[in-house]
C-alpha cells in the first residue's frame, strides 16, 4: 500500500514560539480554503479560511497567508501554546460555480503534526 | 453554534455483522453531509456527499452496496456499514454545512473495530 500517508510532517516548537505550518494544494481552480484542527480521537475543528479573492486573513493568534500562482497555503500561529499540540490539515473546495457533485466538497492535505513543549 | 453530532462514538462488533452511525447537525439545517473515512496517522478521505431527499454521491472507489447512506432529514444522515469485516475497521468522520463554500463542521467520529 501506499506508504507516504503513514509519515505525516511533523512541527516541534517551544512553548510561546510563533508556528507556520504550510501546506500545497493541487487544484487552480480552487477558491475557498480551509484549516483544521485535529486531536486525538475527535473530528477536524475548524480554525480559520480564506477565499481566493484574497492573500491574507487573520484570526486570534491565527493568520492564514495564501498565494495562488505557487499553490501554497500556510497557517500562522501566534505564541503557541500546549493546547495548540494537534495535527492541523488544509483543505481546498472549488468555486461556488461548481455545482452538482462539486457542491461544497472539500480535499484535504495530508495533515502536520504540531507538538508544543512546555 | 454548528454543533454537528455524531453517534455511537465507538463501535466493536464481530464479522459480519451491519453497523450504523447517526450524524445530526444540532442548531443548524444541513443541505448536505458528507462522510468521511480516516485511517490512523493519514487524512480524511470523502466517501460519500449526501443531500437531503436525494441519494448520495459516492466516491471512485467507494462500494455504495457496502456502506448504506440515508439522509431522511435536514438534521440527520446515516451510514451503515454493511456485512462488516476488520478491513472496514476505521475513524468514521461525518461533517455538514448549510450553505456551499461555508465551513464544513465535523462530528467527533466514530471509531469502528471489527473482530
Known amino acids: 500500500g501506499e506508504s507516504v500517508g503513514l509519515h505525516l510532517p511533523t512541527l516541534s516548537v517551544q512553548e510561546g514560539d510563533n508556528s507556520i505550518i504550510n501546506c500545497a494544494y493541487s487544484?487552480?481552480?480552487?477558491?475557498?480554503f480551509i484549516w483544521y484542527k485535529q486531536e486525538s480521537g475527535k473530528g477536524p475543528q475548524f480554525i480559520i479560511d480564506?477565499?481566493?479573492?484574497?492573500d491574507k486573513r487573520q484570526g486570534q493568534r491565527v493568520t492564514v497567508l495564501l498565494n495562488k500562482t505557487v499553490k501554497h497555503l500556510s497557517l500562522q500561529i501566534a505564541a503557541t501554546q500546549p493546547g495548540d499540540s494537534a495535527v492541523y490539515f488544509c483543505?481546498?473546495?472549488?468555486?461556488?460555480?461548481?455545482?452538482?457533485?462539486?457542491?461544497?466538497?472539500?480535499?484535504f492535505g495530508q495533515g502536520t503534526i504540531l507538538t508544543v513543549h512546555p | 453554534g454548528a454543533v454537528v453530532s455524531q453517534h455511537p462514538s465507538w463501535v466493536i462488533c464481530k464479522s459480519g455483522t451491519s453497523v450504523k452511525i447517526e450524524c445530526r447537525s444540532l442548531?443548524?439545517?444541513?443541505?448536505?453531509m458528507f462522510w468521511y473515512r480516516q485511517f490512523p496517522k493519514q487524512s480524511l478521505m470523502l466517501m460519500a456527499t449526501s443531500n437531503e431527499g436525494s441519494k448520495a454521491t459516492y466516491e471512485q472507489g467507494v462500494e455504495k452496496d457496502k456502506f448504506l447512506i440515508n439522509h431522511a432529514s435536514l438534521t440527520l444522515s446515516t451510514l451503515t456499514v454493511t456485512s462488516a469485516h476488520p478491513e472496514d475497521s476505521s475513524f468514521y468522520i461525518c461533517?455538514?454545512?448549510?450553505?456551499?463554500?461555508?465551513?464544513?463542521?465535523f462530528g467527533d467520529g466514530t471509531r469502528l473495530s471489527i473482530l
Open positions: 461533517s455538514a454545512i448549510d450553505r456551499v463554500n461555508q465551513p464544513q463542521h
Open positions: 442548531d443548524f439545517q444541513a443541505t448536505t
Open positions: 480564506i477565499r481566493s479573492n484574497m
Open positions: 483543505a481546498e473546495a472549488p468555486g461556488s460555480w461548481a455545482g452538482g457533485t462539486s457542491y461544497g466538497k472539500l480535499t
Open positions: 487544484n487552480s481552480a480552487s477558491d475557498y
